[in-house]
Structures are given as C-alpha cells and as structure tokens.
C-alpha cells in the first residue's frame, strides 16, 4: 500500500483538472500506481520501482488509462547549470516512454522545459541510467522556432465540484498541453497554428457533382455534403478510426479503395457506425448523419462519390473550421432554389448575432440559466456564445468524467421548411459539433454524449404548422435572442390553428399582425420577469397601424432598453428593413402588475450603416463596422441611463414618452434627412420628371437584357498547363518592412499596389525608383494572398507591390503564347473553385500545381488570338456590370417630381 497515496487521498481519484487527474506525487513507485489503476497495467521491469514526480493522467476509461503529461520536479539550485537540465529531462523522458506519454515537462517551478518523448533526435540521445538503453527526446518548439517555456502550473486548491473555477494558471496551462499535443507527433515537435478554413466554395462544387447524376434539389444535394464532410472532419480529428468490429472507417482507409468499394464500404461500415456515434433524436429523428441522395448500387453514383472524395482530399485537412460556413453554404445551396421565395426565414451575419451577444451580458447570467433562440435556424444564436476562450477553457461546458456538464441551458426550435423540413436543424447539430470540436477532440469516446447534447439543445418542431408558437412556456426563459421569422402572407393559417385551441387562444391575446407579431408575444411571455430579449424584427411592428396593440403590449409588459436601425439588405434573403429590438420584461408576477410599472428611463437608438461586410450577394468583409460603437455605447447606457451622453451623431438617446403606442416607432425618422444623408443611411436624392425616370428604367432594362446575351467562359477543353509551368514563381517580392510607413519616407511617382481589390488605386501611395533593395515591375500580372484573396490583376507600366501580393512573371518562352489578360480571368475562376478566401489564403505552394486550360487552334496550337477575344469579352462584361450597377444605385436614389406631372 502507498502511504502517500493515502496521505493525500488519492487511492481512488487524483486531483479533478478539466477531464483529467493530477497526481503530485514523489515517493510512490508505478508498480504502486500500476495497483491503483492510476498507470496503465503492463510490466515496468526495472522501471517498478521508479517514483514519479507528478502526472497527469486520462482515467476515464478505466481499461484504457491514459498517461498524459510526466513532471519532472527539481530544486531551482539543481536546475541552474544546463548539466542539471539535462539530467532532469532524461529523468523525466525515460518515465515519459515507458509510460507512453505524449508530453515530458521538466521543471523548477519557475522555468519549463517542455520534450516531446516520441520524436527520436540525435541532438537529445542519451544511455538510460536504469536500463542502459539509448534514448531520445526532442524539445519542443513554438510557431517561431524558439523553445516553449510556458508555464505548467496545476493549483491544488482547485474546485473539485466545478473545473470552471481552475486557477487562471492552471486554465492556461491546460490551454498550452492541449496546443501541443494537437500539434506533435513522432515526426513533428513544432507548435503548429490552427488555419481558420472556409469549405463553402467546396461545398458549391460537390453540388454540382451530387446534381449531375441525381437532379435532386438544392436542398438534398446539402444533405449530401453535409453528411460527408462530418465524414471527413472526424477522420482529420482523429475521432473516426475504426468501428466496434474493428473495421476501418477512416476517410484515408476509405479513400485508398477502388471507386465502387469505396462507396459501398461507407455505405454498408461506415454510415451506420456514424450513426452509432450520433444516435438521432427519438422525438424529431434528426441527427448529424440524415441522409445522402447518392446510391451505392448506381456504377455513375460510385464515380461522382469517389470524385467528391478526391476533392475533399485535395481540399486538406479540416480540423478548425470556420464555423460560419454553415451559414454561408446553406445560403449558397439556397440560391439555387425555387423554394426560397416561400421562406419567411432569414440568416443573421454572424457581425450582428455577435453584437446582440455582447449586448446581453450573457456571461454574467447564473448557472443554470435557460436560453433560447424559438426560431434558431441554423443555430448562430445558440452556437456563437460558445467560442473558446482566450484562455483556452470552454466557457460553457464542463467534462465530468464521462459527463458534460452545461453552465447553461441552450434551447434551439425551428419548424423547418416547407420541403425539407429537417435541414436547419441538422445543420445547427452540425455546426455544434464544429463549436465544440476542442471538446470532443480531448474526449473522443463520448461521442454518443455529445449527440445527446446536440438533440437536447436543438428540436425540429415540424408536427404543427405552429413549430414553437405551439410550446406554451410563460416565465421560462432567462435570455432570448432570435432573429424569428417575417411572413404576413399566410399568416391567417396560424391565426385558425390558435383560434380552434383554447390553451393558445388563452395564450396569444394581441392578435398582431404576420407571424413575427406572434414570436414577439411569444418571446415577451416566454421572458422571465426582470429578464431580457434581444429580437431582430422587420420595421412594420414599429410602423403598422394595426400593430398598436402590439406595441402597446411591448410597452405594458417590457422595459424598452434600445432600437437599432440596421441597414436595408443586411441578410442575404431579405431586403427587409430591420432593427434590434432591446426589452427587459418588467418585474412583477402578473400582467397587471407589470402594466402598472411604468417606464422612466429614456431609450437607446443608434443608426447603423455598415456592418463589417458588404451588403451584396458576395458578403465580402470590410473594415467599416458600426456595430462595434453600437454595441460599446449601449453597454455604457445601460449602466447610466439617466445621465448618459454619447458624441457619436449615430446615437440618440430618446425620452420614453417618444414610443407612443399610436404613432410609428421607425426611429431613424428621428434623425433630420440632411443628418441621415451625412450618415450615409440615406443617399441624397435625385429629382427628375416622371418622364426622364422612365427613360433612365428604359436603359437599365436594355442593358440588363444585353448581358443575358453574352455568353463567355473559360473554354473546358484545350491544353492544361499548371502554374508552376507558366510563370516564374521563384521570383520574390518585397519584404515585410516594406510598410506604409517606409513608403511614406520614401515618396516619389511609382505606384506601390497591395492586396486591394481595387485596380488603380495605389493603397500603400507612390514610392521613389530604383531604391536599393526594392523590387519593381513593369507590365506583368499580380496574384492577391490576403485582403481580396485570389484576385488577379493584369498591371501595366511600372510599379512595386506589398508582400501580400505575388508578381506572377511569365517564363520567357510563353511570351508572345500565352496572354496575360486570359489568364487573370483563368485565374479567377479558379480560385473560386479551390475556395480561395481570406481565411484560406493562396499562396505560391496552394497555386503552382493548379492547371489552366488554354484554348487550342484547328491545328492543335496554342491560340493566342482567342486568348485574347476571350479576356476582351470578359473585360466588356465587367465594365457593363459595373456601368449597370452604378445606374441602378443610381436610379434608387431618384424622386420623382409629381408636381411636374401636375403642372403637366
């Protein structure tokens, strides 16, 4: 029997960390441990009697006990010379091998040396005291180089009951042992960084290939994807190995086998152990695992699916995943539906959802709390608070031994859609499992817990028209942030299902107009007292006539915290004009009682502009962002709202008595034209008589028409030539010390071009010649690595570029052959199909391999001159487009002058 281990009672469980266990130890041998189940049960020879200093240690599964980290522990005066180091390493590594530990730390308590035990190095190759064998370890490095010295510290005073309450330096040193073993491995001993990807062009492609040889509608064709790259990202986690009859499940085990066993091994092994994992739900059905269109007895089907996996292997590794994609490629599959003029459902950008998070101090709400979001989506809402920490702990979820515990209780509803009702809510478990990958990385064998987790906070609710209008829960919820659904056409539907059941007709009493006149109630019911709700709502519930009741009912039961005017267009499937709704529901027990408080306090409005992307069909992310005011002001005003001032012309803070039930609350109507045109929430207007305007619509129209008539692309057959083959890739750019700033100190008439988008404008300014040390170029085309990603630009004259933009140089013997113009555009377009994006950046190694079609000649030959008709057609079209669109813009901005037509 150990005395120690009874000394510090530590015979059943060491000390809780997160999911782990600390044992700081010192005089018990591992034959002991071995007794206690605390090593894992092998022979240890010599090696028996040796007593580790401190471990830490995976006992969850007690038949597969997992030694994590070994400590080394010395003095700081053995520490001091470099021999002692190296001989509290050796100690440290010997224990580290033999017990099959990912990480050796050796240590004074006041410097850290951390070694990576399972990377042989000549470098670190010692004789083993004990054994007489030769060892090696390797140090391990960080994303610089240099040697990682973080500290490992394990407080042990922790809360046993709650590892949220870690000590700051135990939390981070749990941050730095997860950073290294995601990073290490017997070859590798370097942090490496996590690559934010973005798969959605991916995505895009894969559709194509699904729709090729199966018709099935957008909708379907995601399942598809969805289902395969869950598939693939589990086998990159290292999570999908091998199924409980010891099959091979893995994406590269699957991907090495011939086309039609491929298909049918997943089919028939690999989705079912899928579903194993990630049991479905027993009330909705839904799962991560719902469904593809693709058949495995269809020889076509084999190919598309083997050519789908090639893409995703092409594509890389997918272990940290933007989790925004799950918007963007359900709205990417969307636009190719019919379907979607029939959706009252929008997607939130993510810039807004985070906004009205931080708006809800929702960190601060007690344990235990309930939150919604009654028409979830595909989750942003519930799923955006969950982003890890800075210090690398997961705020909101706990392992407990083979439970996971929540801080709170996330809830997300939604009815679906009409035609394939099951689709958001799967999404929204999928992009969960995204949220939560560090978690299920660490703890891989409680795959079936998280998919419990995963239908316990997302619910299809599809058995009634009425979706989570049917769930009656008054005084329910803590925090409620939603962005519900805007439909006035058949609205009278719900209206008859709630009027022909007594407890909804108790329930919903307003009668407002559309259905976000319903979700409102709901939502101000659903609210416990003193609690709030931040509600995205379109402007007629602030503007319609016959919506006073509803108003009224707002200001009877709700405190009116904020409205924030958001800009026409900032969701992709509405033009809607919006706002941010802010509301605490007045304390009190009944509605009585709460109508009779009323409000004192004045109301936060702000006008907001830009949102941090473009408000186009591509989304791109852009500097300007006045959410980011917004949202730092309401935070003020909500501490001081008698006496808050704000200097920002976007803010107003508005007496209560300005939210008269009977009149509009459209608040930017409290802002004078001139100052609403100033804020560029309102273009000035052009006057024009009616019949100038119709002429002006006129030439739109033949403008728009003529662009249906062009018909240009990029040829599909000719000859391919990679990259690497056409243009000098070897050729540098300059260096990172090429800034602004040095620009600035060196001005003269060359143009300096960074990864702006824009063609002509010199971001960086104009630069002197012939500086020492400074590359310049004249007439050859550039290739963007950062900011606009994956635009080529063909430049003339001469010039310099930022690092962040590569001169692509084309190889003496192509001049004359290939023309620089169709390449841009060849090139473009590939880097759309590659995915190409600011956080899936393309540098020279990501493009030397891709290959470019050239058209050929009736001879066989390269053809220059259709080359260059090609990127002529291309060059009309751009310029159209962008005459069209300024003459579009332009025309919104008109007023017609009715007195004209009057005086007429």
């Not at 991916?202 to 290939?209: K, N, R």
């Amino acid at each position: 029997m150990s005395e120690e281990l009874t000394q510090k009672h530590l015979t059943k469980n060491g000390r809780k960390v997160g999911p782990y266990e600390f044992y700081n130890i010192g005089s018990t041998t591992l034959n002991q441990l071995k007794k206690y189940k605390i090593v894992p049960d092998k022979s240890y020879g010599k090696y028996g009697s040796r007593k580790p200093d401190a471990l830490l240690i995976d006992r969850r599964d007690q038949d597969n006990v997992k030694v994590m980290v070994v400590v080394e522990g010395k003095s700081q005066l053995e520490f001091e010379p470099n021999v002692g180091k190296e001989e509290a390493v050796e100690q440290c590594n010997d224990l580290a091998q033999e017990l099959n530990a990912p990480v050796g730390i050796a240590t004074d308590g006041a410097s850290f040396i951390w070694f990576n035990p399972k990377q042989e190095n000549k470098e670190h190759e010692y004789q083993d005291k004990t054994t007489g064998k030769i060892r090696s370890y390797a140090l391990i490095k960080d994303i610089g180089g240099g040697d990682f010295t973080k500290e490992f510290v394990i407080n042990q005073q922790v809360d046993e009951t709650d590892n949220m309450k870690l000590s700051p330096k135990t939390r981070l040193g749990l941050k730095w042992l997860a950073l290294v073993v995601r990073s290490i491995s017997v070859t590798n001993s370097q942090i490496t960084e996590d690559v934010v990807i973005d798969p959605t062009a991916l995505a895009e492609q894969i559709w194509q290939d699904v729709w090729s040889v199966s018709g099935a509608t957008p909708e379907k064709c995601l399942y598809t994807f969805v289902e395969l790259f869950i598939f693939k990202y589990l086998s990159d986690l290292g999570i999908l190995t091998e199924d409980d009859k010891g099959n091979k499940v893995n994406f590269r085990d699957i991907f090495q086998l011939p086309p039609d066993k491929a298909f049918k091994n997943y089919s028939y092994t690999v989705r079912p152990h899928l579903r194993l994992m990630f049991p479905a739900d027993e009330e909705d059905g839904t799962t991560i695992i719902n469904g593809t269109v693709l058949n495995p007895d269809v020889p076509e089907h084999s190919q598309v699916f083997y050519k789908i996996l090639k893409k995703f292997d092409r594509f890389g590794e997918m272990k940290n995943i933007d989790p925004q994609f799950k918007s963007r490629v359900f709205e990417a599959f969307m636009k190719e539906s019919i379907s979607k003029k029939n959706w009252g459902q929008v997607f939130t950008p993510r810039n807004i959802i985070g906004a009205m998070i931080e708006m809800s101090d929702i960190d601060q709400l007690e344990e235990g709390s309930q939150i919604a979001d009654p028409a979830c989506g595909v989750g942003g809402f519930v799923l955006e608070p969950m982003k890890v920490r800075e210090d690398g702990v997961n705020f909101y979820y706990r392992i407990d031994g083979e439970d996971i515990i929540p801080r709170f209780n996330f809830f997300g509803f939604d009815k679906g859609f009409e035609k394939e009702e099951q689709l958001t809510i799967i999404l929204a478990k999928a992009n969960m499992l995204i949220f939560l990958s560090g978690l299920l990385r660490e703890n891989p064998t409680l795959t079936k817990k998280f998919s419990a987790l995963f239908n316990r906070t997302f619910k299809l609710l599809s058995k009634t028209i009425l979706g989570t209008l049917s769930r009656l829960e008054e005084d329910q919820y803590d925090l409620i942030l939603t962005n519900p659904p805007y439909v006035t056409s058949g609205s009278s539907n719900y209206k008859d299902a709630i009027k022909n059941d007594a407890a909804l007709s108790k329930f919903y009493k307003i009668n407002a107009t559309g259905v976000e006149g319903l979700f409102l109630e709901w939502i101000i019911r659903s609210l416990k007292p003193s609690r709030k709700a931040f509600v995205i709502i379109p402007d007629g519930i602030l503007n319609r006539l016959n919506d006073n009741k509803l108003r009224a009912f707002i200001k009877e039961q709700c405190l009116i915290d904020g409205i924030i005017s958001l800009p026409v267009n900032a969701f992709y499937t509405s033009q809607k004009k919006t706002y941010i709704l802010a509301i605490t529901k007045k304390h009190g027990k009944s509605e009585e009682e709460r109508k009779g408080y009323k409000q004192k306090e004045p109301v936060f409005t702000y006008l907001v502009s830009n949102i941090g992307e473009t408000l186009d069909v591509n989304r791109f992310v852009i500097s300007d962002n006045d959410l980011l005011e917004m949202v730092s002001l309401f935070n003020q005003f909500k501490g001081a709202k008698g006496t808050f001032q704000s200097s920002s012309k976007r803010c107003k803070i508005q007496p209560i008595e300005m939210f008269d039930p009977d009149d509009h609350w459209i608040v930017d109507r409290w802002w004078s034209k001139e100052e609403r045109v100033a804020l560029g929430v309102e273009s000035e207007s052009i006057v024009e008589a009616f019949d100038d305007f119709k002429e002006r619509v006129k030439g739109v129209t033949k403008e728009m028409q003529g662009l249906l008539d062009v018909t240009v692309s990029i040829p599909s057959k000719g000859k391919s030539i990679a990259v690497g083959e056409i243009f000098d890739l070897k050729q540098k750019t300059n260096h990172s010390k090429f800034t602004k700033a040095f620009v600035n100190k060196h001005k003269g008439n060359i143009p300096v071009y960074s990864a702006s988008k824009s063609e002509d404008e010199p971001s960086y300014g104009y630069l002197e010649d012939n500086l020492p040390g400074i590359r310049y170029f004249n007439d050859i085309l550039t290739w963007n690595i950062d900011g606009s990603v994956g635009k080529a630009i063909y430049r003339q004259g001469r010039f310099t570029l930022s690092e962040k933009v590569i001169p692509l140089i084309l190889k003496p013997h192509w001049v004359g052959i290939l023309d620089n113009k169709y390449l841009k555009y060849a090139l473009e377009k590939k880097a759309i199909e590659y995915g190409f994006t600011f956080s899936n950046k393309a540098g020279k190694t990501r493009i030397k391999d891709i290959e470019i079609t050239i058209p050929l000649d009736d001879k066989g030959n390269l053809d220059f001159k259709k080359q260059q008709e090609i990127a002529s057609e291309y060059e009309r079209l751009e310029h159209t487009r962008k005459q069209l669109r300024d003459k579009i813009e332009t025309m919104f901005s008109v007023e017609i002058d009715f007195q004209q037509m009057i005086d007429k």
